[in-house]
T-cell receptor, first 117, second 116 residues
Framework: DGGITQSPKYLFRKEGQNVTLSCEQN?????MYWYRQDPGQGLRLIYY???????QKGDIAEGYSVSREKKESFPLTVTSAQKNPTAFYLC????????????????FGPGTRLTVL | AQSVAQPEDQVNVAEGNPLTVKCTYS??????LFWYVQYPNRGLQFLLK??????LVKGSYGFEAEFNKSQTSFHLKKPSALVSDSALYFC??????????????FGSGTRLSIRP
């Protein structure tokens, strides 16, 4: 988990609320990613960002939003439009496209467990 | 389109016995293959990768994986399992085509259980 921090570790949301999950990295990586993990379903990509001020939708972007104003930070907002947000959320970072090491592995944060009350 | 499959949801092995966790993949170009391990309520930890070169790749904690191009497989192995190896294991693939170089596709995961 070194180099990437996520906060909070546990988060509880009431229905209708927006909540923001924090992700910070000090690995000087251009690319950052958000995944959702549900039991038995592996990892699903929500959003990713190749570079500051740019991001793309992943496979399950509906009900989520992101920003990438700084290289180190990639916060994820779970909006009230996300009908089933209870899950484990993982942030990752890695070399960006065009980087000679761009085929290398991603590094993951420790995760945030979100529960809807 | 690239994809990766882990055909076993769970693998059970006795401590001290060899273990194998299976992974097969499909890509358009050359595959870049990865194994990660996840302990409960933690992020994924990188174990090993195949980019090019020797088909047998050695990684952390005594794990190794064998790249087999003809069978499009990248099975994870360890000669002697430990109880502490019990965890969730993910295989992942990145397509060698430049346009998709920044996305890794993950398998659904295999839960490895080592009994004492």
């Amino acid at each position: 988990d070194g180099g990437i921090t996520q906060s909070p570790k546990y988060l509880f949301r009431k229905e209708g609320q927006n909540v923001t999950l924090s992700c910070e990295q000090n690995l000087n990586h251009d690319a950052m990613y958000w995944y959702r993990q549900d039991p038995g379903q592996g990892l699903r990509l929500i959003y990713y960002s190749q570079i500051v001020n740019d991001f793309q939708k992943g496979d399950i972007a509906e009900g989520y939003s992101v920003s990438r104003e700084k290289k180190e930070s990639f916060p994820l907002t779970v909006t009230s439009a996300q009908k089933n947000p209870t899950a484990f959320y993982l942030c990752a970072s890695g070399p960006g496209q065009g980087d000679p090491s761009s085929y290398n592995e991603q590094f993951f944060g420790p995760g945030t467990r979100l529960t809807v009350l | 389109a690239q994809s990766v499959a882990q055909p076993e949801d769970q693998v059970n092995v006795a401590e001290g016995n060899p273990l194998t966790v299976k992974c097969t993949y499909s890509v358009s170009g050359n595959p870049y293959l990865f194994w990660y391990v996840q302990y409960p309520n933690r992020g994924l930890q990188f174990l090993l990768k195949y980019i090019t070169g020797d088909n047998l790749v050695k990684g952390s904690y005594g794990f190794e994986a064998e790249f087999n191009k003809s069978q499009t497989s990248f099975h994870l192995k360890k000669p002697s399992a430990l109880v502490s190896d019990s965890a969730l294991y993910f295989c992942a693939v990145r397509d060698g085509w430049y346009s998709s170089a920044s996305k890794i596709i993950f398998g659904s995961g295999t839960r490895l259980s080592i009994r004492p």
